[in-house]
């Protein structure tokens, strides 16, 4: 046999065993990839940095795309003279990684903390929504908050909840409480909301002050034709001078805290 006719032959066939090897191998590499088990999202959420300018936590929507990450990170620098400085909340689907479904920003005069979001079905539809403090006071607090919108696939601000201090959710009752302490004397402002037409209304105010050396007062307006209107009004004496007078005051507080009560029927 000619050895010179086997040259180019034997070449081919060493450059087609290469060809067939090296596909070989990115093909186990591809399967590998493909086969490798998708983090949890519990899993994906304790490979987030948590400190004093990172945030993380999940939020269960309860919608077709289940559980989400949330990322927040807060901006290094201020934006005032009051300190306010901007959270940036990136959210992901566990399901793709590769870039956040949705990114947005608001301003904050609180850092990021663990403690500092809160997960919660804030409007009553079934699907978990968040809040995140943004303003602590020795008295009030206020959180700003995101409802879910399964429809668009994505969170959406509501700015009515941002004026509310210390909000409190009752899916029983549908009713969203907010309680604004004046002092130390346990006086402040109670107010009750409702969501109507997917508006958040207030349907009763309660405003109860005891100042030193003056009449205690407690005033209370309900929501009658779409607006606020005063429906009671009373001055109780200030307790140095008849002690029973702030025990009045602070029952008349506590009964119209209650929704069902209207007054007292003569």
């Given at each position: 046999?000619?050895?010179?006719?086997?040259?180019?032959?034997?070449?081919v066939?060493?450059?087609?065993?290469?060809?067939?090897?090296?596909?070989?191998?990115?093909?186990?590499?591809?399967?590998s990839?493909?086969?490798?088990?998708?983090?949890?999202?519990?899993?994906?959420?304790?490979?987030?940095?948590?400190?004093?300018?990172?945030?993380?936590?999940?939020?269960?929507?309860?919608?077709?795309?289940?559980?989400?990450?949330?990322?927040?990170?807060?901006?290094m620098?201020?934006?005032?003279?009051?300190?306010t400085?901007?959270?940036?909340?990136?959210?992901?689907?566990?399901?793709?990684?590769?870039?956040?479904?949705?990114?947005?920003s608001?301003?904050?005069?609180?850092?990021?903390?663990?403690?500092?979001?809160?997960?919660?079905?804030?409007?009553?539809?079934?699907?978990?929504?968040?809040?995140?403090?943004?303003?602590?006071?020795?008295?009030?607090?206020?959180?700003?908050?995101?409802?879910?919108?399964?429809?668009?696939?994505?969170?959406?601000?509501?700015?009515?909840?941002?004026?509310?201090?210390?909000?409190?959710?009752?899916?029983?009752?549908?009713?969203?409480?907010?309680?604004?302490?004046?002092?130390?004397?346990?006086?402040?402002v109670?107010t009750?909301?409702?969501?109507?037409?997917?508006?958040?209304?207030?349907?009763?105010?309660?405003?109860?002050?005891?100042?030193?050396?003056?009449?205690?007062?407690?005033?209370?307006?309900?929501?009658?034709?779409?607006?606020?209107?005063?429906?009671?009004?009373?001055?109780?004496?200030?307790?140095?001078?008849?002690?029973?007078?702030?025990?009045?005051?602070?029952q008349?507080?506590?009964?119209?805290?209650?929704?069902?009560?209207?007054?007292?029927?003569?």
């Amino acid at each position: 046999m000619n050895m010179k006719n086997l040259k180019i032959p034997l070449q081919v066939f060493s450059l087609a065993f290469v060809c067939c090897t090296l596909c070989a191998c990115q093909t186990d590499n591809a399967l590998s990839q493909t086969t490798q088990p998708q983090k949890s999202p519990q899993q994906l959420l304790e490979e987030q940095p948590i400190d004093d300018t990172h945030d993380a936590f999940l939020v269960d929507t309860g919608g077709e795309l289940g559980t989400l990450l949330v990322t927040a990170e807060l901006a290094m620098e201020n934006k005032n003279e009051f300190g306010t400085r901007d959270i940036t909340f990136s959210v992901w689907n566990p399901a793709d990684m590769e870039q956040p479904i949705q990114t947005f920003s608001e301003e904050f005069m609180m850092g990021v903390a663990p403690e500092f979001h809160h997960v919660v079905d804030v409007n009553f539809d079934g699907f978990q929504d968040f809040g995140y403090l943004f303003l602590l006071g020795n008295q009030p607090n206020y959180c700003h908050y995101w409802l879910w919108d399964e429809e668009y696939g994505q969170f959406k601000y509501c700015a009515p909840l941002s004026e509310i201090s210390q909000a409190v959710f009752d899916p029983e009752r549908q009713v969203v409480t907010g309680w604004a302490r004046s002092s130390g004397a346990g006086d402040g402002v109670t107010t009750f909301h409702r969501w109507e037409d997917g508006e958040l209304v207030c349907v009763r105010r309660v405003e109860s002050f005891s100042p030193w050396e003056e009449p205690s007062v407690v005033r209370v307006q309900d929501r009658i034709d779409g607006e606020l209107q005063q429906v009671y009004h009373e001055e109780f004496p200030w307790p140095g001078e008849e002690p029973e007078g702030q025990e009045a005051w602070r029952q008349a507080q506590h009964k119209w805290c209650d929704l069902d009560y209207h007054g007292e029927v003569e």
